[in-house]
């Protein structure tokens, strides 16, 4: 069954401390990892999709990277308005088109 | 301007009525999805269609039914509202080709007493 799991559940750090989030996958067949942000009372924000093993994506203060069984999401040196729920979700062809999604990571950054 | 937009934004109602919620966008998507975002944040799909055409149906009770009047809108009807139905729901869109990223709409709040 396809699954994902992602890791720490809750992550508290202070302004410029970095650190990774975890998401580890079992799926076959993987067409794309998708990593999101949902900040409270909204809709989740897409940030990367990444495709095969090895690949890296950026974006500001974000990296995401994937190998075959899990996905890493580094936060370097994060400011408070980086503070959200992080999801990390992907897509294999038993779910047809359909994502399927991890619980997610509250980061928390205080200054 | 909104992508995927979903009306209403809360929703509160008592056990046993019907309602609907509306989704629309216009990022001209093919795809579009329903998802049921719980208490403890866990997102999972329940329909999607494409172009007007159900591909999905995930575990959900028929008293939940998608309507596509097109391809830019998806709305969800709900019968006999039960308390276990209180949740977020969002609407998301995926373009056809290559990339298989999705774009959530902000989610309406559901709350059943």
């Known amino acids: 069954e396809d699954q994902v799991t992602q890791s720490p559940e809750a992550l508290r750090l202070q302004e410029g401390e970095s650190s990774s989030l975890n998401c580890s996958y079992t799926v076959s067949g993987l067409r794309g990892l998708f990593w999101y942000r949902q900040d409270p009372g909204k809709g989740p924000e897409f940030l990367f999709t990444l495709y095969s093993a090895g690949e890296e994506k950026e974006k500001e203060r974000l990296k995401a990277t994937l190998t075959k069984k899990e996905s890493f999401l580094h936060i370097t040196a994060p400011k408070p308005e980086d503070s959200a729920t992080y999801l990390c979700?992907?897509?294999?062809?038993?779910?047809?088109?359909?994502?399927?999604f991890g619980k997610g990571t509250t980061l928390s950054v205080s200054s | 301007d909104t992508a995927v937009s979903q009306t209403p934004k809360y929703l509160v109602t008592q056990m046993g009525n019907d309602k609907s919620i509306k989704c629309e966008q216009n990022?001209?998507?093919?795809?579009m999805y329903w998802y049921k975002q719980d208490s403890k944040k866990f997102l999972k799909i329940m329909f999607s269609y494409n172009n007007k055409e159900l591909i999905i149906n995930e575990t959900v009770p028929n008293r939940f039914s998608p309507k596509s009047p097109d391809k830019a809108h998806l709305n969800l009807h709900i019968n006999s509202l039960e308390l276990g139905d209180s949740a977020v729901y969002f609407c998301a869109s995926r373009g056809a080709g290559g990339s298989y990223e999705q774009y959530f709409g902000p989610g309406t709040r559901l709350t059943v007493t």
């Open positions: 979700a992907v897509q294999g062809p038993k779910a047809g088109t359909a994502l399927i």
């Open positions: 990022l001209g998507h093919d795809t």
